[in-house]
């Protein structure tokens, strides 16, 4: 059913304009949105759909996560929807985790950001019945990292749990997730955003690391896919790297 060529495995989805976090004027409209990922070289992509005035009710929650899996549903071949999630309801969190989990089509949670989690922390009880529930289901999560050590934190207390902190940084930011990363065989890194601009980031992730650990991303429309990939692909790395990140490690964690 998917192309696994190129996974962009961080998109945020639109269809109303209150949910486009694009910076200018495109894209306009979600086919808009697909067509420029498409000529951009992205065969299958995943994310949440993020509510620029996020309403912080249960109904705002599964509004958003309604709309992502609609997407889903116009875009079958191309988009895997990612479910988001709130520190203020776990128990409804926790529903629509299991709701959307019987319907065979959930296999990533995220991106999570704060606005959307209701928190600046993500290491808190408040949010451990959802990590509890994501790590028996075998359902990564994909966090907005506020601190490096408080996404290291939640990948320390589920071990089970396979945590992806969502862009690189500049070189201190980066090596410190290196670091952390080093330390938590369950924390991986999503490419998205800053960091992929910087010659020879990657490379000396993959040699300290292995490609295993890194997943291909964009954080589009906010970001360019074009460069993210063009970035990835000029980097001299071996094609089973590539593939990896790509793709590999994507389909691994997601279970597909």
């Given amino acids: 059913m998917y192309d696994f060529t190129c996974v962009d ?21 979600a086919q808009e949105m697909v067509d420029l990922l498409k000529a951009a070289g992205i065969t299958l992509c995943c994310g949440s759909l993020i509510h620029k005035n996020w309403k912080t009710s249960p109904e705002g929650m ?10 889903a549903d116009t875009f079958p071949d191309f988009f895997i929807p990612g479910l988001i999630f709130h520190a203020a309801f776990p128990e409804e969190s926790c529903a629509e985790i299991e709701k959307y989990y019987k319907t065979g089509r959930l296999h990533w949670l995220g991106e999570i950001v704060p606005y959307t ?19 028996e289901l075998g359902l990564p999560v994909n966090i907005h990292p506020m601190t490096n050590q408080d996404v290291a934190k939640v990948a320390e207390l589920f071990p089970k749990l396979n945590v992806i ?72 790395l071996a094609q089973g790297e590539l593939d990896l990140i790509f793709s590999g490690n994507f389909r691994r964690l997601a279970h597909l």
Avoid at 218 to 231: G, I
Wanted: net charge negative; charged share 20%.
């Fill in 9 to 29: 495995a961080h998109v945020h989805p639109f269809f109303e304009a209150e949910n486009n976090i694009a910076m200018y004027e495109s894209p306009a409209t």
């Fill in 62 to 71: 599964k509004k958003c996560n309604a709309e992502c899996f609609r997407f």
């Fill in 117 to 135: 989690t209701g928190t600046n922390s993500y290491a808190i009880e408040e949010l451990f019945p959802v990590y509890d529930l994501a790590a």
């Fill in 165 to 236: 902190m969502a862009h690189p940084g500049e070189k201190v930011s980066y090596l410190e997730k290196l670091e952390l990363m080093k330390e938590r065989p369950n924390l991986h890194l999503d490419l998205c955003g800053t960091g992929l601009f910087r010659w020879g980031m990657l490379k000396h992730g993959v040699k300290t690391l292995g490609a295993e650990r890194f997943l291909f991303g964009s954080d589009f429309p906010v970001c360019n896919a074009a460069m993210n990939r063009a970035a990835v692909l000029s980097e001299n």
